[in-house]
């Protein structure tokens, strides 16, 4: 049986810390992958999703925060990082306020990056149980009644992943809704799809 590896990207301009932190981080058993610009980075991350992006705050295209922006566009659950060896207040307080999970500093200490990775992804693996559980039932009422809503449009209303809107589109299509519910352990389902325990 093949474990799924969390997909982290690594976002910096310097070829050393790229490549430092790529090794340390497979070394680990994460699948990783690099963008030098932001630009790169926002084009891998629209083709796939990552668990988590390590993201510099200086490129040489844009900034880390213009990046930041537009990934929570993109992939709106995925957990971002960023990284800087030249912090201010003001740019961790930005980057917190815009969404970033946290902010280090520049040299990483591998342990500590490797210990905080693994607390945020875990993090955002038990939020994203809870959210897809309870976006369910808003899943349901708009494929209701024949609507044909696209993968992208249904994503967009839910301000989910494309990536788990076809997932569950998926499953649905292979299983029906009662299959989802009796694998979370729920015994009982009432018509508006409230989960209830008996």
């Known amino acids: 049986m093949t474990v799924k590896k969390n997909k982290i990207l690594i976002v910096d301009d310097d070829k050393g810390i790229t490549d430092t932190l790529r090794i340390i981080l497979d070394s680990a058993g994460y699948e990783t ?4 610009d932001g630009e790169t980075a926002l ?5 796939g999703l990552f668990h988590l992006v390590l993201l510099d705050l200086k490129l040489p295209d844009m900034s880390g925060i213009q990046v930041l922006r537009k990934l929570h566009m993109i992939s709106p ?6 990284v800087t060896g030249y912090p201010t207040m003001d740019n961790a307080v930005e ?10 500093m520049k040299p990483v200490n591998p342990e ?3 210990r905080f990775v693994g607390e945020k992804i875990k993090e955002q693996e038990e939020k994203s149980t809870s959210i897809f559980d309870s976006t369910i039932p808003l899943y349901l009422e708009l494929i209701r009644d024949g ?7 249904i994503a967009a209303k839910l301000n989910m992943a494309r990536t788990t809107i076809e997932k569950m589109s998926t499953f649905f299509a292979q299983n029906g809704v009662v299959k989802y519910w009796e694998s979370r352990g729920i015994v009982q389902i009432d018509k508006n799809f409230r989960k209830t325990k008996s």
């Open 147 to 153: 609507n044909m809503w696209t993968v992208d449009t």
């Open 77 to 82: 659950r995925t957990v971002i990082i960023m």
């Open 33 to 36: 992958d690099t963008a030098i």
């Open 112 to 114: 500590e990056l490797l």
């Open 95 to 104: 980057s917190l306020n815009l969404g970033a999970s946290a902010y280090i």
């Open 43 to 47: 084009k891998k991350a629209g083709s």
